[in-house]
């Protein structure tokens, strides 16, 4: 069986290296992308010491000529792209409609929304050639609002939109969008660091009830299964958002697990 080749943006830590540590562990070749250089590159040796193939690239996501230069090494390592998962992402700014910055809503268009586009269409040529499958991260926020994370709904709402035109735009490529849940990252921490000034107090303190009683998900948990969806998710899901725990999912993940353990 030839050897699949991904792409996992924001593959520092939290839920990008655990899609990357088990896309490894599922036999593929990974490619780790993020601006923290020295953290990604002990990252991607970690995984070597286990057996399997695995590069770090540092760069932007917000970033053209960043986007392009990672599909290239991708290339130049690997030989081919088989999946893309579009995991990098910020919740800033944290701040109501009417006190937000304009330029900080820029940014996280920026870099939620127009980098997902600018990697999957550099990608694309090569994601075409072995039927390839692009995961994009997004959010519950892309369903419903919440108070001072007007910036980040906007964006995980157009995130959906984008899976759905790719979808219908490139037949031979699948496009999957996924629900994580609320996992226990970096971005957590800056919504109870950055929250309480941005956010109602009974929405931001939801947020610390959910790390205070031991609610959010590892993740590992996720990130299994959206392995799983980036190098085996069927055809037929071409275009739907999906969450992480879906019976669908989980009994996909299931059947991979197994052969993994066989």
Not at 128 to 139: A, K, P
Request: proline share 5%; glycine share 8%.
């Amino acid at each position: 069986m030839t050897t699949k080749t991904i792409i996992v943006t924001g593959a520092s830590r939290g839920l990008g290296l655990a899609i990357a540590r088990d896309a490894a562990d599922l036999g593929a070749s990974v490619v780790l992308f993020a601006r923290s250089a020295d953290t990604l590159e002990q990252e991607a040796q970690a995984i070597r010491e286990t057996g399997a193939k695995a590069i770090a690239i540092p760069g932007d996501i917000s970033q053209e000529a960043d986007c392009r230069r990672l599909v290239e090494k991708t290339l130049a390592a690997f030989g081919r792209i088989d999946a893309l998962v579009n995991n990098a992402g910020v919740i800033e700014p944290i701040a109501p409609l009417a006190d937000a910055d304009v330029a900080a809503w820029r940014q996280s268009l920026l870099t939620n929304v127009l980098g997902p586009m600018m990697l999957t269409q550099a990608a694309l040529p090569y994601l075409r050639q072995h039927r390839g499958r692009v995961i994009n991260v997004s959010s519950g926020a892309s369903t419903y609002a919440i108070p001072g994370w007007g910036a980040y709904c906007t964006a995980k709402g157009a995130l959906n939109q984008f899976n759905r035109v790719l979808s219908v735009e490139e037949e031979m490529v699948t496009a999957v969008a996924v629900r994580p849940g609320v996992v226990d990252t970096d971005m957590q921490a800056i919504i109870r660091e950055m929250g309480e000034a941005g956010m109602p107090e009974s929405a931001y303190q939801r947020f610390v009830r959910l790390r205070d009683e031991g609610q959010l998900l590892p993740p590992e948990a996720p990130g299994g299964a959206i392995a799983v969806l980036a190098l085996f998710a069927p055809r037929e899901w071409d275009g739907e958002f999906v969450a992480w725990d879906d019976e669908r999912v989980q009994e996909l993940v299931r059947k991979y697990a197994t052969r993994r353990e066989g």
